[in-house]
């Protein structure tokens, strides 16, 4: 099973109506005892100016921004590891 790490950016799969994305990992890994969740925030390229979107500038990503309203998923939903982002310096230290 997948274990991001926070600050890592996943292609996770959001379901149909949002299909896989890039997310932006949050949460520290699960231990043996935890549930298996990964709180994440998706990468959009489709902004709308609100204000829960926060733009980060990520090498490896379109420009766009990332939506700072959580969602928690199954780790089995965690696809693959696309990179890290510097936000993991900016925010997580």
Known sequence: MPDPNRGEIWLVDLGYAAKVRPCLVLSIPAADEDRALATL????????????EVSIQVRFL???????????????????????????TDFFN
């Not at 379109?62 to 993991?88: D, L, Q, W, Y």
């Open 62 to 88: 379109r420009p766009g921004a990332f939506e700072a309203e959580p969602h928690h998923h199954p780790t089995c939903k965690v696809n693959s590891e696309i990179g890290n982002s510097t936000a993991r």
């Open 41 to 52: 925030i998706p990468h959009t390229t489709s902004t709308r100016g609100s204000r829960f």
